[in-house]
């Protein structure tokens, strides 16, 4: 495991010792923590867009696309739980 050095702000470094005074984790372990959790987010962000992104280029591709009233419909119907009617992509052309 690699070493890191961060430089905090005297002002972060009193908050994160009033956050772990207390507790069972070191002001180090806090931030270990609050350093994955930025970075397991940032990644979902990332994959997200990256998703979006090919979801987009193939609509564009396929000229097809769903409705978004007969999505919601559909998925509220399933959420009272009945049957409904799956939405069907439909052909569109692209504006602009």
Known sequence: MSMTSLKLSD???RRI???VVGSDRTAHAFMVDAIERAARAEELR???GEEARAAE???LRSGKAY?????FAYLEARARGRKPRRPR???WR???
């Open 17 to 19: 010792r009033a956050i």
């Open 57 to 59: 280029e193939a609509t």
């Open 89 to 91: 992509p439909r052909s």
């Open 94 to 96: 692209r504006s602009g």
């Open 11 to 13: 002002e972060l470094r």
């Open 46 to 48: 990332r994959r997200f």
């Open 67 to 71: 409705d978004a009233g007969e999505v």
